[in-house]
C-alpha cells in the first residue's frame, strides 16, 4: 500500500468512525428526531455518488469507506422512517 492509499483508507476511516457514536445511539433510543430528513437523503445520496465514482477509478479506500458510512447513514434514515 503506497503512502497516498494510507492517506485515503485513514481519512475514509475517520470519517466513518465519526458516525458510530450517532448510530448507536439512535439505535439504542430507536429515535432520530433530530436528523433532518432531508440532509439524510442528500448524505446518502451523495455517499452513493461517490461509492460509484470509487468504483469507476477502482479505488479500494473510496468503494470501503462511502459504501460503509452509506450503511451507516441507511441505518439512521431507517430508525428516522420507522419512528416518524
Do not use: C, E
Not at 437523503?41 to 479505488?59: K, Q
Amino acid at each position: 500500500m503506497d503512502a497516498t492509499m494510507l492517506i485515503g483508507f485513514s481519512a475514509g476511516l475517520l470519517t466513518t468512525v465519526s458516525f458510530f457514536p450517532q448510530v448507536v445511539r439512535t439505535l439504542r433510543t430507536r429515535s432520530a428526531h433530530d436528523f433532518s430528513a432531508l440532509m439524510l437523503f442528500l448524505l446518502f445520496t451523495g455517499l452513493t455518488l461517490w461509492l460509484v465514482y470509487g468504483l469507476l477509478r477502482d479505488d479500494a479506500a473510496i468503494v470501503a469507506t462511502n459504501g460503509v458510512t452509506a450503511a451507516l447513514v441507511a441505518v439512521i434514515g431507517g430508525v428516522k422512517v420507522r419512528s416518524g
